[in-house]
């Protein structure tokens, strides 16, 4: 089992709805969760951190948290053609091992 | 505010040969990781520098290397290159190794090709 698994996609969403996308991960002891938004040819941007179960929202990206069934998911709402980009969900596991495990990543495209 | 410096972008090798990158964090941040990122194995990470020492590193072989610098500045190595070795090359920086600051900034990377 991979350690941060997503759903590889492509997730295709028309313009303006909400882009769903998904992330699971195999380590309990893990603490914070990242998400990161990566154009081709270009380098990963962090979008959001959440290390709190619940929601965090932040304009139009809504970060959710459930450690318990060890899972974290991106929304993005009223989506736009330049949301269109491969999401790459990220876990940090704390205590020795402190490196940021990348998900294999989510294809976006938005369809205007 | 600059931002994460790698330089060179772009780097043809032959296999067999050595190479070096460089990678200059973000002003005022210690702490630097290193990825590679290939379309089959996705981002996977190589070590973790902080004032000077490595921190963590990830499951690669001995002929990558790194270091950093007392200006932050890191460098990574890998000798004797493969065909395999051919990949996208990340750095990130990062404030620290405490939860408050936990962003990791990349650059734009270093495109290794290896013939």
């Known amino acids: 089992q991979k350690e941060v698994e997503q759903n590889s996609g492509p997730l295709s969403v028309p313009e303006g709805a909400i882009a769903s996308l998904n992330c699971t991960y195999s380590?309990?002891?893990?603490?914070?969760f990242f998400w990161y938004r990566q154009y081709s040819g270009k380098s990963p941007e962090l979008i959001m951190f959440i290390y709190s179960n619940g929601d965090k929202e932040d304009g139009r990206f809504t970060a959710q948290l459930n450690k318990a069934s060890q899972y974290v998911s991106l929304l993005i709402r009223d989506s736009q053609p330049s949301d269109s980009a491969t999401y790459l969900c990220?876990?940090?596991?704390?205590?020795?091992?402190?490196?940021?495990?990348f998900g294999s990543g989510t294809q976006l495209t938005v369809l205007p | 505010k600059a931002g994460v410096t790698q330089t060179p972008r772009y780097l043809i090798k032959t296999r067999g040969q050595q190479v070096t990158l460089s990678c200059s964090p973000i002003?005022?941040?210690?702490?630097v990781s290193w990825y590679q990122q290939t379309p089959g194995q996705g981002l996977q990470f190589l070590f973790e520098y902080f004032s000077e020492t490595q921190r963590n590193k990830g499951n690669f072989p001995g002929r990558f290397s790194g270091r950093q610098f007392s200006n932050s500045r890191s460098e990574m190595n890998v000798s004797t290159l493969e065909l395999g070795d051919s990949a996208l090359y990340l750095c990130?920086?990062?404030?620290?190794?405490?939860?408050?600051?936990?962003?990791?900034?990349f650059g734009s990377g270093t495109r290794l090709t290896v013939v």
């Open positions: 380590d309990r002891g893990s603490q914070s």
């Open positions: 990220a876990v940090k596991t704390g205590g020795s091992a402190r490196q940021l495990t």
């Open positions: 002003s005022g941040h210690r702490s």
């Open positions: 990130a920086s990062s404030l620290g190794l405490d939860r408050s600051s936990y962003g990791y900034t």
